[in-house]
Each structure stands twice: as structure tokens, then as C-alpha cells.
């Protein structure tokens, strides 16, 4: 874990040469898409032109066969962003990795699988669509972890006037941590956000749905986790052994520096955190420069956030019978 | 007539209500204090082990050793009362103590596997002492809480149902373990 100034020197020593290089190809792909546009827009006036004037349809010809090419060159500016944004993450990404923590694997395409998506049973609704990257894994001290960004969605039918219409509705976009609790334990324990905290309908709705049919509810003795928190758990004393008053006053903290919602499971004698985050985080913007360091600090503050989630809730300390 | 009728079905059911809310309560105290029992009992049964473990490795503990075996046979024997249970629960915490402190000179035993294993499955069995306990301790807030808040606290006067008391750490216990020098 390294601090924010050490990051920033990082950056101006190490990254900024490399991402000079990514710029200069970022304005490459850039040019590509404004050039696509304008042939487009050419091809549509040509198009509305000829109409307007009644001239032959013949030449219809010349702004079709424009906009033919504008597809091509739309392609084109696909599959050259689709390459700028490897290199991008393979490059610059990959290198913020390393340098937050050395010897972990970043693969850039993949994201946590939807079994274990499901297995953490925190989100409960079917998924119709299911998606991530950005999946970084491996060991930190004696706990195996991996984290990913994900975005699950789930396709509602509803009724509008009597048509049936359909819409997405979004379950979980965000950072999704999974890793190797440091207790063994055999039920289920929900840590999930306190209803009474939230004031806007919709989360009170969201949070509804999760909180059915989990088990009992558990009351701990710490007001200000039970004040953030609702614990749900198959058995009272297990969960009390998970939830020792230590790790709820590091949860509590972790969910400050978070500065989001944060949800948590225990199951499988794994533990699973959610954090819930609406943009999109870690992708390579066409539109404006990748170089400034502001940008890039925000992927070093989520990484660091995910990665610092061993330490903060201190799984590394094995002085029970798990190992 | 109907409305009556209507009022007093309304307050029969609120009684019942109350009653097995009181009863509900009354009985989860029940069975955490049992879980405790249950727990101490499992904590019991890895002393022979730790005796059998650390005989091969010392020389000089033999006093503590034989007295944690003794404790354990009367710990583990049915007739005890609770006050007696207690004191020889008391007794045993101070002699493990002494016994973890002493363990500190045998280099040699402090890093042979079956020592390191049961230290974590005593670790793991104080942690969960503690997590019933606090079970236990949660079971009596509500206890207590239905008992004293209107209105079943009419009931429970009724049923003379009485407040009960938290699970304290016991004085002797309190006291940091002495070191024979």
C-alpha cells in the first residue's frame, strides 16, 4: 500500500513517458472516429441534398457509397479502440497494480465468475446480463483474494397503458471482492446496509429485496456498526464469532474510507464484499486526454481501496484453526 | 354486541401476542445459556491433548499439568453445581494461563506442529466462548427488555417473570495471572 504522494511520483517518473506514447495513439483513434462522423454527416447531406433538388436517383450512388465507407471507417475505429484500451490497461493499469502491490495477477478481460457472483447469495434477483473486467487476483500473506469490476442486470417486464414493455434493471455495478476468511465457519452471515439509514425509497425497495428470508436477524453490541449495519445469520453464535468486535470496528472504518455502501457476506468460510459504484472505473477515455493525473488517480484510489481490504479487515492474522 | 365481542377478540390476541413474545425470549436465554455450557464443554476436552503435548517437551511444569487434569475431571462431572462449576472454571482460565506463560521457555514446543494446532483450536474455542457469551448477553437484553417495557411487563408480572442478570467476568478472573519467578 503506498501513499498518495508516492503515487504521484510514481507517476511523474515511471508512467508519464509510457502514457505520452498511449496519447499520441489515443489522438490516432480519435481521428479515426471524428473522421467516421464526418463522412457521415457528409453522406446524410449529400443524401437530403439530391432528395430536395429531385435530382436522378442515380446519383444516389455518391453519398451511399459514402456511407458505406463510413461504416467501414467506424469499424475500423472499433477495433483501434478496442487496442488502445488493451494497451492502455496492459500498460498503465497493470503498472498502477504493481506498484500499489508487486506480485499480483491483472487480467484485464476477465471479471469474477457469475457462480461465485451468486454464492455469495448477497445479491438475490435472476441475472439476465452479466459482465465485468478488470479482474486482479492473487495471494497478499496467507489470504487469497481476487476482486473485479462487475455489472449484473436483470430484465423486468412491466406494463405501461397495457403494452408490455420491458427494462433493464440494474442489481450491482461496482467492485465485487472476494477472498479466504481467516475463520472457518459453516452457515451464512449477512452484513448488509441498515434500512433505517436510508431515507430514499428506492434503496428502502432495494434493500427490502435482500433483506428476506436471510435468517435471523442478529443485534450486536456495537451502536455505531448496528446503527451503518443489519446482520441477518443462520446462527446467532456463529456469527458473533466472525463478527468479533475488532473486525466490526474495522468494517466501520473501511466503510468511511470507502465512502459508499458497502454489503458483505460470509459464506463458505469466504468472505464477499460489494462495493456498489456507478461510473464506469478503470477504462481508457477516447474523448479526452488519459494522461492528466487526476484521472488516474481515481483508478489508484479504487485499486488501492480493493487492495488494502486484507489489511484493513486484517485476514492476514491465522491464529485459529484455519491456516 | 359485535363491537364488544370485536374489542375483547382484539385484546385476547394482543394478549397472546405478548405472552409467547415473553415465553420466546425466556427460552432463547435458555438455549444460549445452554450453547455456553456446550462450549466450555468442547474447551474441556482439549486439555488432555494439550496435557499429553506439552509432559513430552517439560521438565518443570508437572505441578501445573497434573492440576489441569485434575480440574478438568471435576469440571467435566455431572454433579457439580453451578457455583462450583464456576470456581473450578475460574481456576482453570488462571492455571492455562500460567500454563501459555511457562510454555514461553520451550522454544522446541512452541514450534512443534501439534502444539501450534492445538493452540489454534484453543484460540478458535476462547473465540467462540466469547461469541456465545455475547449471544448469551444479547438473549438477555431482549429478555429483559419484554420484561420491563409496557405492556408486557403486566404479563410478566403476572407470570412472575423477573429480570435477569448479564454474564459478568468473575473477579478472581479479572485478576492478570502472577508470574513465578
Not at chain 1, 156 to 167: A, I, W
Not at chain 1, 264 to 271: A, E, G
Not at chain 1, 288 to 294: A, Q, V
Not at chain 2, 34 to 52: A, F, G, H, T, W
Amino acid at each position: 500500500m503506498e501513499t498518495y504522494d508516492a503515487f504521484k511520483s510514481y507517476y511523474q517518473k515511471e508512467l508519464l513517458s509510457d502514457l505520452n506514447l498511449l496519447e499520441k495513439e489515443r489522438k490516432k483513434v480519435l481521428k479515426q472516429f471524428l473522421m467516421a462522423s464526418a463522412l457521415f454527416l457528409v453522406g446524410g447531406i449529400g443524401c437530403l441534398g439530391i432528395y430536395y433538388v429531385h435530382a436522378t436517383p442515380v446519383l444516389y450512388v455518391v453519398p451511399a457509397a459514402l456511407i458505406i465507407y463510413t461504416v467501414i471507417c467506424y469499424m475500423k475505429y472499433s477495433k483501434l479502440k478496442a487496442v488502445y484500451s488493451i494497451n492502455f490497461k496492459k500498460n498503465i493499469i497493470r503498472r498502477i497494480v504493481d506498484f500499489i502491490q508487486p506480485g499480483l495477477n491483472y487480467y484485464p478481460e476477465k471479471c469474477i465468475s457469475q457462480k461465485l457472483f451468486t454464492d455469495s447469495d448477497i445479491f438475490r434477483q435472476s441475472i439476465d446480463s452479466y459482465a465485468g473486467d478488470d479482474c486482479i487476483s492473487g495471494t497478499i500473506g496467507k489470504t487469497n483474494f481476487s476482486f473485479s469490476e462487475l455489472h449484473a442486470q436483470h430484465r423486468e417486464v412491466y406494463y405501461n397503458n397495457g403494452r408490455r414493455q420491458e427494462r433493464w434493471v440494474k442489481i450491482f455495478k461496482g467492485i465485487f471482492f472476494v477472498a479466504d476468511f481467516n475463520k472457518h465457519f459453516n452457515g451464512r452471515t449477512f452484513v448488509l446496509p441498515d434500512k433505517a439509514e436510508n431515507f430514499l425509497g428506492g434503496i428502502f425497495k432495494f434493500v427490502q429485496k435482500l433483506t428476506v428470508g436471510r435468517g435471523q436477524l442478529v443485534k450486536l453490541e456495537n451502536p455505531q456498526f448496528e446503527k451503518e449495519f443489519v446482520v441477518y445469520s443462520d446462527d446467532q453464535i456463529e456469527a458473533r464469532y466472525i463478527l468479533s468486535p475488532a473486525l466490526m470496528e474495522r468494517i466501520l472504518k473501511f466503510r468511511q474510507e470507502a465512502n459508499s455502501h458497502i454489503l458483505l457476506s460470509f459464506v463458505n468460510s469466504c468472505m464477499f464484499l460489494a462495493i456498489p459504484i456507478g461510473a464506469n472505473l478503470f477504462e481508457a477515455k477516447i474523448f479526452s486526454s488519459g494522461m492528466k493525473f487526476e484521472y488516474l488517480v481515481s483508478y489508484y484510489r479504487y485499486m488501492n481501496l480493493a487492495i488494502s481490504i486484507i489489511e484493513e479487515l486484517n485476514l492476514n492474522t491465522r491464529i485459529w484453526t484455519k491456516t | 354486541m359485535y363491537i364488544t365481542l370485536g374489542i375483547v377478540g382484539f385484546l385476547l390476541i394482543i394478549i397472546i401476542f405478548m405472552n409467547n413474545t415473553l415465553v420466546v425470549r425466556k427460552n432463547a436465554v435458555n438455549n444460549a445459556f445452554s450453547s455456553i455450557d456446550i462450549m466450555l464443554q468442547k474447551r474441556y476436552d482439549l486439555i488432555p491433548n494439550l496435557v499429553e503435548t506439552v509432559k513430552g517437551y517439560t521438565i518443570y511444569e508437572q505441578e501445573i499439568l497434573t492440576k489441569l487434569t485434575t480440574l478438568r475431571a471435576a469440571a467435566t462431572n455431572p454433579s457439580a453445581n453451578m457455583e462450583e462449576k464456576i470456581k473450578i472454571e475460574n481456576e482453570l482460565q488462571q492455571n492455562m494461563g500460567k500454563l501459555m506463560i511457562a510454555v514461553e521457555n520451550y522454544p522446541n514446543l512452541k514450534a512443534s506442529q501439534n502444539f501450534l494446532q492445538l493452540q489454534g483450536s484453543l484460540n478458535e474455542m476462547e473465540e467462540q466462548l466469547s461469541a456465545s457469551r455475547r449471544a448469551f448477553n444479547a438473549a438477555i437484553n431482549d429478555y429483559n427488555n419484554a420484561v420491563e417495557t409496557f405492556p408486557t411487563n403486566m404479563l410478566a408480572n403476572m407470570k412472575q417473570y423477573k429480570k435477569k442478570s448479564f454474564f459478568e467476568i468473575a473477579d478472581e478472573k479479572k485478576q492478570v495471572p502472577t508470574i513465578n519467578v
